[in-house]
């Protein structure tokens, strides 16, 4: 992981030889994909900009999308606007379907923060029939957990069997962060249902988060929805009586936890609202 010295080699050699287009892209991807600190961005612009001269439509796709992530964990909303159009003319019948599944996961997020949430549903439904189309288990991971997310936004309700469909795709591959998000709408709907039992996921994916040290934006509004329906501030005291479990257990429980509800049950999710303009 030696990024300065890494991105170093690969400057001296543009700098110095010629170097045909593909070999300089397979360079630039090099270097930009082992760093996601803000200093990244110069080169994740770099290899868009080169993938694009070259017509290397999966390198401008990926680059793009890094572009993306970034601007989202910023909360960079002036930029997340910016990079929409790149996304859509990214959309063409030559796209691939790996490329076309993240671009419309990208678009479904940027659609879902800006209270467009028809528009999220349906980015995320496309997500999820891309990734199944190539058998990406991460990506329709991703794209289970996002369609839930947007659709109980735009209907004011999380339906019991939908939830428990996500889950089950987002236990596969048992990666934190997914297993956080995951939580976090078990927590949500266990808080319109049985409240009693919501502070639990809450804890669990609290600590999951405290170890990755990431703030998961914007799937962390649940987190903050249920904390408000529980009357609670913090979550100190929920960790406190909540026996610790690795990500994988603690998924395993709540998906026989739903396994176990009514299948017509559904919990409301009401009221929410598009994201306002990112802090300075």
């Known amino acids: 992981m030696l990024r300065q010295e890494s991105q170093e080699l690969v400057d001296r050699l543009l700098e110095r030889m010629s170097i045909p287009g593909d070999k300089e892209v397979g360079l630039l991807r090099a270097v930009a994909f082992i760093d996601y600190s803000p200093t990244a961005k110069s080169w994740h612009r770099r290899l868009a900009a080169r993938a694009a001269e070259i017509g290397d439509q999966e390198a401008l796709t990926t680059a793009t999308g890094n572009l993306f992530g970034q601007a989202l964990n910023a909360r960079d909303r002036d930029e997340m606007r910016r990079l929409r159009p790149e996304l859509l003319a990214l959309i063409t019948p030559e796209t691939s379907p790996r490329a076309l599944g993240w671009i419309h996961y990208f678009l479904a997020l940027d659609a879902y923060v800006d209270g467009r949430f028809e528009s999220a549903y349906e980015h995320a439904s ?14 329709i991971a991703t794209g289970f957990g996002t369609r839930v997310l947007s659709q109980s936004a735009r209907d004011g309700v999380i339906g019991r069997t939908a939830l428990l469909d996500a889950l089950e795709a987002m236990r596969r591959p048992s990666v934190q962060p997914l297993a956080a998000f995951a939580l976090w709408l078990v927590a949500r709907y266990a808080a319109g249902v049985a409240p009693e039992t919501a502070g639990q996921w809450l804890a669990h994916a609290d600590r999951i988060v405290a170890a990755l040290d990431s703030d998961l934006w914007p799937e962390c509004v649940l987190r903050d929805e249920t904390m408000t329906i529980l009357g609670i501030t913090e979550v100190e005291p929920l960790l406190e009586t909540t026996p610790p479990l690795d990500h994988a257990t603690a998924l395993s429980e709540a998906a026989a936890w739903l396994a176990g509800r009514d299948p017509a049950e559904h919990a409301r999710r009401d009221g929410v609202q598009p994201f306002s303009s990112a802090p300075s």
Do not use: L, P, T, Y
Not at 126 to 139: L, N, R, S, T, Y
């Open 126 to 139: 496309m997500c999820v029939e891309k990734a199944e189309e190539i058998g990406h288990a991460f990506m």
